[in-house]
């Protein structure tokens, strides 16, 4: 299952650092037994559009394991329920049950080894299965039908045992209206059977086993464009199909059309051919996931479909292998409960980089694994830390987070890199093969790498798996007296936390130009690497491969990192060090970055974070070095140069960013220009931003981009625009933007009331950005209605957003405003104060060094020559900054004071090709 693109994902909330993941009264969760088990489902079902309900009879065959079991429990919330039978090889009886609207327990049970239980029953869900169609305010809304049954919501519309440690092969009849079509899992056993009123009746059947969650119905008008087969190496070839709404089949190849390669990379990968007969992707409206891998037929949201501009920097690529990752590692191995779930969406996000690998290449992979290390650490390092198998959790949504998703798929890349690929991926296709259609727990996926590789893995999962944290680095390069070191310290600290075995290696380029890795598995919380070298070297490159993930604080000469920058071997190596010479904003520094900036043979990650640190200096030498760049050809460079353009509080920048809100040929340039245009704060952004509310786009990332803008730019003069947006009528992507914006300039009681009469929205999105937005406003007057909205909350992923918040304000409401404003005051005032110190050094060139001016530091150890910084992640960084007068020094001690109490968590960078998660 997986999230929107992540590039439109919106910060989650204000929450306290590094609060616990389990909230108050969470308890240790545990598999439910299983007396029988449920061995085949056939559900014979007829639709009532007009009521939302579904109607019919479900007929499930069981096998006993429990010798003294006497009943069966089936999930089934809310049904009307007609006849239940019992149908054994004696006959046919009616049965003795109970029902509490949410447990069906069938008695009288002992002795029949198998038996089958007819259930006859109409249900009107408020979850699992959802009925679309238009309205007064929404006339574009299409009629539809589908299903979303993860985690535990098929007890909704079909009585189950819902649970994924039971599979069963399923049988599903459906009867649809009139010029409606329906897909569901498997095979169709034969054509549709049209009645005299022009209905249709659909029989699918799917031979092989899968988990209640995956089971899918889907019923509505589509264009069915059929791909060309896979072709896999025992000779099958598996049909592929994508069902999209009629006026957009043009998009259905453009979206879909790399689905077929993918299926016989993955085959190869794995080892395993693709493990069903065929593979469907069907495009439902207001799904609430950005995609969900029910087995053979994937439902995906409305905007995985891309049109010919948001091709220009799109990819539906990564939402599409991530689902179909899931047909190998979800549905044909299934995790046996939640807290394993890892094993589920690790695999799926890690696939997507390796069909990124084998389609652009090793620096493409390499960006989006160092993405997912940023997403990862922003969570861990903001919201809370949790160990990867966790089994605290209120529901099981709550495990559906960063540390499930992308801390899941870096611990694959980190054993792919300490393994070797051979033994990587022989361990995946043996790990298949023992638990063909059958259950795993994260000790078989151990076992079958240890086996393949013949390594011991039990420390390594250990440490990443079974316990929170990660390492937290201090490492420092140095050369003298003709010997090269490397220092390295583990500061992680906590209770939990592990002290780190892994793979510490550095990448050395000569001045000859000769490169040379140097390699140690470090075990203690000290170590180091001292190498003998007759001379300098040109630079020195910490952990080259990325083979851990670690919080990394750094410190490197800056001429090794302006050479890294130029020469580095990867382009992971010279993205780090422009990163890092982004926290060093001397002279030197920014004119190799603005050298970097402007050389059309690099790669666009690195030009892109080029552009990102050159912002992040906030330097009027910086705003120079962008300025000329800001047409750069290549559209995601262009959008970095638009957003690091927002840094600057400047005239200058009004009119390149209102030309690229204009005339850009790429959404989400125009969409970032409009955000940056309103960091600007620059009055003249007001009336430009306002006339682009209307302009419409792909996943409407221009009005989203707007709406950002306008908050950005605290002008109240555009309150009542944003006021506008977050109500009913308007998209709902541009209404969560309108809500993030109201929260950061709205305040007041007026704009409270107003929060609150949104909590019980239909969109579940949309019910946690209010929430978001209740906690950033810090009025705990709203917590009332906050309690009242948990109390009718069905949707876990909300559950958990409102009681976050509930403690939140309870603990800090007061302090967050004032904390974000104080923030915000001081990062103005520093920037301000760099850009003074700026003007001096230019004043001063005789005081110069090789290496730059001289440093100013707020650290007293600090070596002169280095950069040292505090970054989250495992490539070279650095930072400084100018000394702080007295009166700024204190106000940034009680902020950081306050923020210690009150802290807003930070929106991971986003991923430019991206599309992730079951997150949306």
């Known amino acids: 299952m997986t999230s929107s693109h992540r590039l439109h994902e919106r910060c989650a909330a204000t929450a306290l650092a590094r609060a616990p993941f389990a909230l108050t009264g969470t308890e240790r969760r545990y598999e439910r037994p299983r007396p029988f088990l449920l061995k085949h489902a056939f559900l014979d079902l007829s639709l009532d559009l007009s009521e939302k309900a579904v109607e019919g009879r479900a007929r499930l065959r069981f096998q006993r394991v429990a010798a003294e079991a006497d009943a069966i429990d089936l999930d089934a919330v809310g049904f009307e329920l007609g006849k239940v039978r019992v149908i054994g090889a004696s006959g046919t009886h009616d049965a003795e049950f109970e029902y509490d609207g949410a447990l069906l327990r069938v008695n009288g049970l002992h002795g029949m080894a198998e038996l089958e239980l007819e259930v006859e029953y109409r249900a009107t869900p408020r979850r699992g299965l959802y009925f679309l169609e238009p309205d007064k305010l929404v006339q574009d809304r299409p009629l539809q039908v589908w299903s979303q049954c993860q985690d535990e919501d098929a007890r909704h519309w079909f009585p189950c045992h819902d649970k994924p440690h039971v599979k069963m092969t399923t049988e599903l009849r459906v009867r649809v209206p009139k010029g409606l079509v329906a897909l569901s899992n498997g095979e169709l056993v034969a054509a549709p059977h049209k009645a005299a009123d022009g209905s249709l009746t659909f029989h699918f059947q799917l031979d092989k086993p899968h988990p209640s969650y995956l089971v899918t119905l889907v019923v509505g008008k589509f264009a069915i464009e059929a791909d060309r087969d896979a072709r896999l190496a025992d000779g099958r070839a598996v049909p592929v199909a994508y069902y999209v709404p009629p006026a957009r089949k043009g998009d259905a190849?453009?979206?879909?059309?790399?689905?077929?390669?993918?299926?016989?990379?993955?085959?190869?990968?794995?080892?395993?051919?693709?493990?069903?007969?065929?593979?469907?992707?069907?495009?439902?409206?207001?799904?609430?996931?950005?995609?969900?891998?029910?087995?053979?037929?994937?439902?995906?949201?409305?905007?995985?479909?891309?049109?010919?501009?948001?091709?220009?920097?799109?990819?539906?690529?990564?939402?599409?292998?991530?689902?179909?990752?899931?047909?190998?590692?979800?549905?044909?191995?299934?995790?046996?409960?939640?807290?394993?779930?890892?094993?589920?969406?690790?695999?799926?996000?890690?696939?997507?980089?390796?069909?990124?690998?084998?389609?652009?290449?090793?620096?493409?992979?390499?960006?989006?694994?160092?993405?997912?290390?940023?997403?990862?650490?922003?969570?861990?390092?903001?919201?809370?830390?949790?160990?990867?198998v966790c089994r605290e959790y209120h529901e099981p949504i709550d495990l559906f987070d960063r540390h499930l998703y992308e801390k899941g798929g870096l611990v694959l890349h980190m054993l792919r890199r300490r393994l070797g690929d051979a033994a990587f991926f022989a361990g995946i296709q043996v790990y298949l093969e023992e638990h063909a259609h059958g259950l795993v727990e994260?000790?078989?996926?151990?076992?079958?790498?240890?086996?393949?590789?013949?390594?011991?893995?039990?420390?390594?999962?250990?440490?990443?798996?079974?316990?929170?944290?990660?390492?937290?680095?201090?490492?420092?390069?140095?050369?003298?007296?003709?010997?090269?070191?490397?220092?390295?310290?583990?500061?992680?600290?906590?209770?939990?936390?592990?002290?780190?075995?892994?793979d510490f290696e550095i990448e050395v380029r000569h001045k000859t130009g000769e490169l040379s890795r140097h390699k140690k598995r470090v075990t203690r919380a000290h170590d180091a690497l001292v190498i003998a070298l007759p001379e300098r070297p040109a630079y020195v490159a910490f952990d080259p491969e990325l083979r851990v993930v670690a919080q990394v604080s750094l410190e490197a000469p800056l001429d090794m990192l302006r050479e890294q920058l130029s020469s580095g071997?990867?382009?992971?190596?010279?993205?780090?060090?422009?990163?890092?010479?982004?926290?060093?904003?001397?002279?030197?520094?920014?004119?190799?970055?603005?050298?970097?900036?402007?050389?059309?043979?690099?790669?666009?990650?690195?030009?892109?974070?080029?552009?990102?640190?050159?912002?992040?200096?906030?330097?009027?030498?910086?705003?120079?070095?962008?300025?000329?760049?800001?047409?750069?050809?290549?559209?995601?460079?262009?959008?970095?140069?638009?957003?690091?353009?927002?840094?600057?509080?400047?005239?200058?920048?009004?009119?390149?960013?209102?030309?690229?809100?204009?005339?850009?040929?790429?959404?989400?340039?125009?969409?970032?220009?409009?955000?940056?245009?309103?960091?600007?704060?620059?009055?003249?952004?007001?009336?430009?931003?306002?006339?682009?509310?209307?302009?419409?786009?792909?996943?409407?990332?221009?009005?989203?981009?707007?709406?950002?803008?306008?908050?950005?730019?605290?002008?109240?003069?555009?309150?009542?625009?944003?006021?506008?947006?977050?109500?009913?009528?308007?998209?709902?992507?541009?209404?969560?933007?309108?809500?993030?914006?109201?929260?950061?300039?709205?305040?007041?009681?007026?704009?409270?009331?107003?929060?609150?009469?949104?909590?019980?929205?239909?969109?579940?999105?949309?019910?946690?950005e209010v929430a978001s937005a209740l906690l950033r406003l810090g009025d705990d007057k709203?917590?009332?209605?906050?309690?009242?909205?948990?109390?009718?909350?069905?949707?876990?992923?909300?559950?958990?957003?409102?009681?976050?918040?509930?403690?939140?304000?309870?603990?800090?409401?007061?302090?967050?405003?004032?904390?974000?404003?104080?923030?915000?005051?001081?990062?103005t005032e520093l920037a301000e104060l760099k850009a003074r110190l700026s003007k001096l050094e230019a004043k001063a060139p005789e005081a110069r060094t090789s290496d730059g001016p001289p440093q100013v530091s707020l650290r007293a150890d600090k070596p002169h020559g280095s950069a040292k910084s505090h970054a989250p992640r495992g490539s070279l960084r650095a930072s400084s900054a100018p000394a702080i007068p007295a009166g700024v020094a204190k106000k940034t001690a009680l902020a950081r004071s306050s923020a210690a109490k009150a802290s807003t968590t930070k929106a991971p960078k986003p991923k430019p090709h991206a599309s992730r998660g079951k997150r949306r």
Not at 463 to 483: C, D, M, N, T
Not at 677 to 701: C, F, N
């Open 569 to 768: 071997s990867s382009g992971s190596l010279r993205w780090g060090a422009a990163e890092a010479l982004g926290k060093k904003p001397d002279a030197p520094s920014i004119a190799a970055l603005e050298r970097a900036l402007g050389n059309e043979n690099e790669i666009w990650m690195v030009r892109a974070e080029v552009a990102r640190a050159l912002g992040k200096t906030r330097l009027a030498a910086a705003e120079r070095a962008l300025l000329p760049h800001v047409s750069v050809s290549h559209p995601k460079v262009r959008r970095a140069v638009a957003a690091a353009l927002g840094a600057f509080r400047s005239e200058a920048v009004v009119k390149p960013l209102l030309a690229l809100t204009h005339k850009d040929p790429s959404y989400l340039v125009e969409a970032e220009a409009a955000r940056a245009l309103g960091k600007s704060r620059q009055s003249a952004a007001l009336k430009p931003l306002l006339a682009l509310l209307t302009r419409s786009s792909w996943a409407d990332v221009v009005r989203m981009g707007v709406l950002d803008g306008l908050a950005a730019l605290r002008d109240e003069g555009g309150l009542a625009a944003i006021l506008e947006h977050t109500r009913y009528g308007h998209p709902t992507r541009a209404r969560r933007a309108a809500i993030g914006a109201l929260a950061e300039l709205g305040d007041g009681k007026r704009v409270r009331e107003h929060l609150e009469s949104l909590l019980d929205d239909a969109d579940p999105h949309l019910r946690s």
């Open 782 to 827: 709203s917590r009332p209605a906050l309690r009242r909205a948990l109390d009718r909350e069905l949707d876990g992923r909300v559950t958990r957003r409102f009681r976050e918040a509930l403690r939140d304000l309870g603990d800090h409401a007061s302090d967050k405003k004032r904390v974000t404003d104080d923030l915000e005051a001081v990062r």
């Open 442 to 502: 994260t000790v078989d996926l151990q076992r079958a790498f240890e086996r393949a590789s013949g390594d011991s893995l039990e420390r390594f999962f250990d440490q990443w798996v079974f316990r929170p944290g990660h390492p937290e680095l201090k490492v420092k390069i140095s050369y003298e007296e003709r010997a090269l070191s490397v220092s390295l310290k583990q500061a992680q600290k906590g209770p939990e936390v592990a002290l780190f075995e892994f």
């Open 253 to 388: 190849l453009r979206s879909f059309g790399q689905t077929p390669r993918m299926i016989e990379l993955f085959s190869r990968l794995t080892g395993v051919p693709f493990p069903w007969s065929r593979y469907s992707q069907v495009v439902v409206s207001d799904f609430v996931f950005g995609g969900m891998e029910n087995t053979t037929a994937t439902t995906m949201y409305e905007h995985v479909l891309i049109d010919e501009r948001a091709e220009l920097d799109i990819s539906s690529n990564d939402l599409v292998a991530h689902e179909l990752a899931h047909q190998w590692f979800g549905d044909f191995v299934t995790c046996r409960d939640w807290p394993h779930a890892w094993l589920n969406e690790g695999f799926a996000t890690y696939f997507e980089h390796l069909e990124r690998e084998d389609r652009l290449g090793r620096d493409d992979y390499d960006y989006g694994v160092q993405t997912d290390v940023d997403t990862y650490l922003s969570e861990a390092g903001g919201r809370y830390q949790r160990p990867i």
